[in-house]
């Protein structure tokens, strides 16, 4: 059982507002990413980090940012959320040996 | 390109049943294949990793191939239970960065009946 947490697992808000998705690992991963997922559709990398104060964006364009001040934590925000953000937000740290990805269990965004 | 393709799309069994799902990448230069298994709104979580040496590898009901030849891989799941209804993922890695960069296929979502 991998130790990767999100919060909050479900979140519906308004246009226009301001939210971040948390992620946290307690496995001392260095390596950690976030992933957008539609229904019945593959994931899209949006932004990884290689560790502290290293953050890169993936290859879908998003209008998220990201930030790594602490080896463990690795939030998601959104400035403005609009409809099209809705989606599934998944967040996964990597082993640096056995190169094994764990996912957290996801936050449903519906932007309404 | 690199890509990641799986078929079926999705495939329906009774329960007890085995059943097959296959993967084929255009990856390259090829790191490691892992097979993922996605409950509807959960992570993935993973079923097995290999490398271009290994042939096959299990993780009880659930066997993986790989053909790093053909750039083919299979799941087959054994004497399938009512909780093996899920997405199952299939991801390709490279070897072009530190990163290794992945490369997700869509799933086959397989769905058993009793």
């Known amino acids: 059982e991998a130790d990767i947490y999100q919060t909050p697992r479900y979140l519906v808000i308004g246009t226009g507002k301001k939210i971040t998705l948390e992620c946290s690992q307690t496995?001392?991963?260095?390596?950690m990413y976030w992933y957008q997922q539609d229904p019945g559709m593959e994931l899209h990398l949006i932004h990884y980090s290689y560790g502290v104060n290293s953050t890169e964006k993936g290859d879908l364009s998003s209008e998220s940012t990201v930030s790594r001040i602490r080896t463990e934590h690795f939030p998601l925000t959104l400035e403005s959320a609009r409809p099209s953000h809705t989606s599934q937000y998944l967040c996964a740290s990597i082993t640096g040996s056995s190169h094994e990805q764990y996912f957290g269990p996801g936050t449903r965004l519906t932007v309404t | 390109k690199n890509q990641v393709e799986q078929s079926p799309q999705s495939l329906i069994i009774l329960e007890g049943k085995n059943c097959t799902l296959q993967?084929?990448?255009?990856?390259?230069?090829?790191?490691?294949l892992r097979w993922y298994k996605q409950d509807t709104g959960r992570g993935p979580v993973s079923l097995t990793i290999?490398?271009?040496?290994?042939n096959t590898k299990s993780n009880g009901r659930y066997t993986a191939t790989l053909d790093a030849d053909t750039k083919q891989s299979s799941l087959h799941i054994t004497a399938s239970q009512l909780s093996d209804s899920a997405s199952y993922i299939c991801v390709v890695s490279d070897r072009g960065s530190t990163l290794g960069r992945l490369y997700f296929g869509r799933g086959t979502q397989l769905t058993v009946w009793p």
């Open positions: 993967c084929n990448y255009t990856v390259s230069p090829f790191s490691n």
């Open positions: 496995m001392g991963h260095d390596k």
């Open positions: 290999m490398t271009f040496s290994e």
